[in-house]
């Protein structure tokens, strides 16, 4: 954990937007994993299935406050919103578009395109079809171009040099 946390903590912030948030996150996250007998051949194994606790965890969460804001509104009242949520290495106007997401499709763009995890993987850990990533990545990078005024595609590339040649694939 102390090789790691610094890594997961990072990783969570792209997810929630706030430090605080994050580190509570990730240590709801260890907690569950190794409060139990989970038994890891690597740290990598290890580091890999918290990452993947944290991101049901965000989504768990934002299912909560999507049910908790329906009860607010039934009573009358709505909840005082958050303060806007700073991600370093992220511009504001990033936060923003990424903040209007849906948790889950939110959650989707961030292992895609941060976190670099394949379709089949990002299906994985949040336990969905790939045909549901595939629609919620495309759906989140079509916003956050509507947001931003930018283009791009849902698709990541990866590039490749080996031996002053450039091969471009898809990830």
């Known amino acids: 954990m102390r090789e790691r946390y610094p890594r997961l903590v990072a990783y969570a912030l792209h997810l929630v937007g706030e430090r605080a948030a994050a580190e509570d996150l990730v240590q709801e996250a260890l907690v569950s994993t190794f409060a139990g007998r989970a038994r890891f051949s690597s740290a990598a194994e290890a580091e890999s299935y918290v990452r993947r606790s944290v991101a049901s965890r965000y989504i768990d969460q934002g299912r909560r406050r999507t049910a908790e804001g329906a009860a607010w509104r039934r009573v009358g009242s709505e909840p005082v919103r958050d303060v806007e ?54 759906d989140g990078v079509a916003a956050l171009n509507a947001a931003l005024g930018t283009t791009s595609s849902t698709e990541p590339h990866v590039v490749v040099e080996t031996s002053g040649r450039t091969v471009r694939r898809g990830a």
Not at 94 to 119: G, I, K, N, T
């Open 85 to 138: 949520p700073v991600v370093p290495g992220l511009t504001s106007e990033v936060e923003r578009a990424l903040a209007a997401l849906s948790p889950r499709v939110r959650a989707c763009v961030v292992l895609r395109h941060m976190d670099d995890l394949s379709v089949r993987e990002t299906a994985r850990v949040l336990k969905l079809s790939e045909g549901a990533v595939k629609r919620y990545v495309s």
